[in-house]
């Protein structure tokens, strides 16, 4: 990618981190944050977005399936949709100043599923696999 924007004289920055917690002061930066994945894990930055006040378009992966409401925490497009999650990005951008439902919504979402918000769901789901005393 860098390669790529040198070549085609696109400026940009890039910063590697020593402190994975220093991440979210990148996101003062952005407007939006799009994940165009065909196939993902996560993505992590799903929940950072969202935590971090960042509108959020994504296509159907991961755990966008499962965290993202269309419209009500943020924007969910099929995986290679272009035209449609070029639409989204411009209504979320053009919105920006009624999207404040929605960026609390959202908020509310990465809260809900941050890792001490999870650690009583894996130990009811957990319970009867392992032993209480193994965690």
């Known amino acids: 990618v860098i390669d790529g924007l040198a070549r085609m004289k ?8 020593t402190n994975y917690s220093d991440l979210g002061q990148y ?6 944050y799009l994940v165009t994945s065909r196939e993902e894990g996560g ?7 969202m935590a971090s006040g960042i509108p ?6 991961g755990q966008a399936v499962d965290l993202v409401a269309h419209g009500l925490n943020g924007w969910m497009v099929n995986v290679g949709e272009v035209s449609e999650a070029a639409y989204w990005v411009k209504y979320a951008l053009e919105h920006r100043d009624s999207n404040s439902e929605i960026l609390v919504n959202a908020y509310r979402t990465a809260v809900d599923n941050c890792y001490s918000a999870q650690m ?3 130990r009811k789901f957990m319970n009867g696999f392992i032993s209480q005393s193994e965690y």
Not at 27 to 32: E, G, K, S, T
């Open 27 to 32: 996101y003062n930066a952005i407007d939006l």
């Open 56 to 61: 959020l378009v994504t296509s159907k992966v």
């Open 43 to 49: 993505p992590r930055a799903i929940l950072e977005s």
């Open 120 to 122: 009583p769901k894996w």
């Open 10 to 17: 696109i400026p940009y920055h890039h910063s590697n981190l």
